[in-house]
């Protein structure tokens, strides 16, 4: 058993009393009130659900095991001569809430690479799909194509066992996430750039690889790295994250359970923001004949934007209360190696006036920019100008946070979710309409 698995399997067992002296001491005791508005306007912010894997706290962003983005980067070991993280040290954190030793992360990359092949009967199906087929309906019918090999649903068949069911729960989600860069590489290639693959390099960690395999030299393997890890949680409650779960407590393994997550990520609410973003930015330079931006000329565009009942996108957050910090995380990394692009200079001139006039229109909650306003451009600086594959890698990296959450869910014997619904009928009663 490897030093993950194990270290893993030691967690799950201390962890497992806690839940059940909840459920069983205080299983009665009230976490919140549902309100009309929560039950009608989609579930939110209702305390429902239950992950020890991130928590987006208003102030400080999303806490991954309780740290913050800044302290995630600081601690996790990086390749040499690298800005940004392995994420396979990321995926040893995330399940164990302990920050690896660069032996131990190794270890990960290793493990990775000896699972990361794509199976040949994946590749016949991606090449028999529609020439038109968005790159969404190819990644998520790639993993479909795989579940044939779930080793969680051979050990269901062979007879379950609450107990052990995470340990076959964690090498699907691992067999996955080896694959997923690979797999959603060829997809770029095939669809984009007339067929033409680029093997993968086994000795290079995820990040470095992904970047390899799409042919986009350093430092867009730093940028894999970053947008990986930035994109991989969000609590559980997000529309990804929650379909993950949800079909998981069927019993559905990693592969039923992350290809219903992507579906629900390709949702234009949910995983298009960051496209739409840099679609709206890209309009703007059109409406301003490509000038360099000035703070006079940007205000004055901003200000009959709102005037005409427009939003501005990639700016505010339900519940964050300060600019996202992985959008300050992109925003460095754009001040360091694209410092004169253009399109960074209209999002960075957009960050200096946009949240003082949000303020004086007194409309926004949080006027502060989310992780939407700053990813497109990044990747359209490298050379992925194809929006329709933004939300692949998107998948890419929240795979990260949804698999290690089901492989926990497994190993606590979370149940069925099953909420109860009410008729308006009876919502009417109960707000006392004759």
């Known amino acids: 058993m490897s030093t993950l698995k194990n270290l893993l399997k030691q967690k799950i067992e201390a962890h497992r009393p806690r839940t059940t002296k909840l459920l069983k001491e205080y299983g009665d005791v009230k976490v919140g009130e549902v309100t009309m508005t929560q039950a009608i306007g989609g579930m939110r912010s209702i305390k429902s659900l239950v992950t020890d894997i991130s928590y987006l706290d208003p102030n400080e962003g999303i806490r991954f095991r309780g740290k913050t ?8 070991p990086k390749p040499e001569g690298k800005d940004y993280p392995y994420v396979e040290g990321f995926w040893f954190f995330l399940l164990t809430g302990e920050v690896p030793t660069l032996k131990q992360t190794l270890e990960v990359v290793d493990d990775f690479k000896s699972r990361s092949d794509i199976p040949q009967y994946v590749i016949d199906v991606l090449k028999a799909m529609p020439k038109d087929s968005h790159p969404m309906v190819l990644f998520s019918t790639a993993i479909m194509t795989m579940q044939k090999d779930s080793k969680f649903a051979k050990f269901y068949e062979e007879g379950y066992n609450k107990m052990t069911a995470w340990e076959t729960m964690y090498e699907d989600s691992t067999d996955l996430l080896a694959k997923l860069p690979a797999i959603a590489a060829y997809i770029y290639r095939m669809k984009f750039k ?3 693959q680029i093997a993968a390099d086994k000795d290079l960690d995820m990040g470095g690889n992904f970047a390899h395999m799409m042919g986009i030299d350093a430092p867009y393997d730093d940028v894999a790295r970053m947008y990986f890890i930035l994109h991989s949680d969000h609590e559980s409650g997000n529309a990804s994250a929650h379909t993950t779960h949800l079909v998981a407590s069927t019993l559905s393994d990693a592969y039923y ?3 219903a997550g992507l579906n629900a990520l390709a949702g234009p609410l949910h995983g298009l923001a960051n496209q739409e973003v840099l679609r709206w930015l890209q309009g703007v330079m059109d409406k301003l004949d490509g000038q360099e931006p000035t703070e006079e000329m940007m205000k004055k565009f901003v200000w009959d934007t709102l005037n005409g009942g427009q939003v501005i996108p990639g700016f505010g957050h339900a519940v964050l209360r300060k600019t996202d910090p992985r959008y300050q995380q992109q925003r460095e990394f754009c001040e360091k190696h694209l410092p004169e692009d253009k399109i960074f200079k209209y999002v960075d001139m957009l960050y200096r006036v946009v949240p003082d006039i949000l303020v004086e229109q007194g409309k926004a ?5 989310n992780v939407d306003a700053q990813s ?12 329709d594959f933004y939300t692949v890698m998107f998948g890419v990296g929240r795979a990260i946070g949804v698999l290690a959450n089901i492989t926990w869910d497994r190993g606590l014997a979370y149940p069925l979710e099953r909420p109860k619904s009410l008729t308006t009928d009876m919502l009417e009663k109960i707000a006392g309409i004759k």
Request: no cysteine; net charge negative; aromatic share 16%.
């Open 69 to 76: 983005i800044p302290e995630t980067l600081e601690a996790l």
């Open 194 to 196: 007339g067929g033409d």
């Open 257 to 259: 359970s992350l290809s």
């Open 365 to 369: 909650k949080n006027p502060w920019p």
């Open 376 to 387: 497109g451009v990044i990747q359209w600086f490298y050379g992925i100008k194809e929006y």
